[in-house]
């Protein structure tokens, strides 16, 4: 298959392409390198998937598109040139505080963005479409697990609702042109490669600094925290499955308490933590909770790694990149 991939040289993007190119298909990858986070990261990112492609962007299976998804002129050409049997869209503005601080930028990112796509590919409805989404849809809602059917309309971010606004859209585009669609919700993703901002990276980093963890509320919020490859694994099998329209929870199916995963990332570093305790944020949520019976079903998606395994291997690659970076100092 041939594969667009936006956002493709980010924290799950480029773990995507990865996976796609072992199984031999050809990945255009569209990215805008933005100061969101230091782009640095970013490259790092291509130059890991040329790694395992065994050859420069352009000169093997992987293909680098330097872009803003809002560019309508470029999007044409892109679509137009590459002739794609699925198209994976992860590009977006992410993070539910930051999103607090510039929700008109969110907006224009997230809506205008996937709207831009939804155009292309109305004039190629054969096209099979993958949207990332996001577990922040489900807001404040405590009737755990989360399930694909409950309502979702109290987001409680800018983030959250553009994100939600982003699964009507399909479903507009869906409804009128016949697009084969899978929005997929994801639960708070983390691995190697996670965005520095995020809070494991953020909390391991810390941790080994002997850094205060901003510690918010009492320890008992939970997250339903998914390793990345059992989310490369689902979205893989979303783009294979792609037909009609459809909604799924990819997710760990299992939660953590803010207290256990800070124990739990003391045990992996081997330090312990020091705690600076604070309130809850806006736009934070008490619980998030994953049904997967649904990708089970549907998609064979089978999540298998524990919050306890995938952080000893976040800590492992974390410090393997710390002895990188000093020794290239």
């Known amino acids: 298959m041939k594969i667009l991939v936006t956002g493709g040289a980010g924290f799950i993007g480029s773990h995507l392409v990865e996976a796609l190119v072992k199984r031999g298909d050809e990945v255009v990858i569209l990215d805008s390198f933005n100061d969101f986070y230091d782009p640095a990261i970013k490259r790092r990112n291509v130059a890991a998937i040329e790694r395992t492609a065994g050859a420069p962007m352009g000169e093997g299976p992987v293909q680098l598109v330097e872009g803003d998804i809002r560019d309508v002129e470029l999007m044409g050409r892109v679509f137009a040139e590459g002739h794609f ?62 399930s694909e059917a409950n309502e979702v309309h109290h987001p409680v971010s800018p983030y959250a609702a553009t994100k939600r606004a982003g699964e009507l859209l399909c479903y507009t585009h869906h ?11 994801f639960f708070t993703v983390f691995g190697p490669r996670q965005r520095p901002e995020m809070a494991i990276h953020k909390f391991v980093r810390m941790t080994l600094n002997g850094q205060a963890l901003p510690f918010f509320g009492d320890g ?110």
């Not at 409804?175 to 919700?185: D, N, V, W």
């Open 85 to 146: 049997d699925a198209v994976v869209h992860l590009a977006a503005m992410a993070g539910v505080r930051p999103s607090l601080e510039d929700p008109l930028h969110y907006q224009d990112v997230n809506l205008r963005g996937t709207m831009v796509i939804l155009e292309e590919l109305r004039k190629r409805p054969e096209t099979r479409f993958v949207f990332a989404s996001s577990s922040s849809v489900y807001g404040g809602n405590t009737d755990v697990p989360f």
């Open 175 to 185: 409804h009128l042109y016949g697009i084969p669609t899978a929005c997929l919700r």
């Open 220 to 329: 008992t919020t939970r997250r339903d925290y998914t390793y990345v490859d059992d989310i490369i694994d689902g979205v893989v099998r979303s783009i294979d499955r792609c037909e009609g329209y459809e909604i799924y929870n990819l997710g760990e199916s299992r939660t953590t308490s803010l207290k256990e995963l800070v124990e739990l990332i003391g045990e992996a570093t081997g330090v312990e933590p020091i705690l600076d305790r604070q309130g809850m944020q806006p736009g934070d949520v008490i619980v998030t909770f994953a049904d997967v019976s649904k990708a089970r079903e549907k998609l064979g998606y089978d999540p298998h790694t524990t919050v306890a395994e995938g952080l000893e291997k976040f800590v492992a690659w974390y410090r393997s990149e710390t002895h990188a970076g000093s020794r290239s100092a």
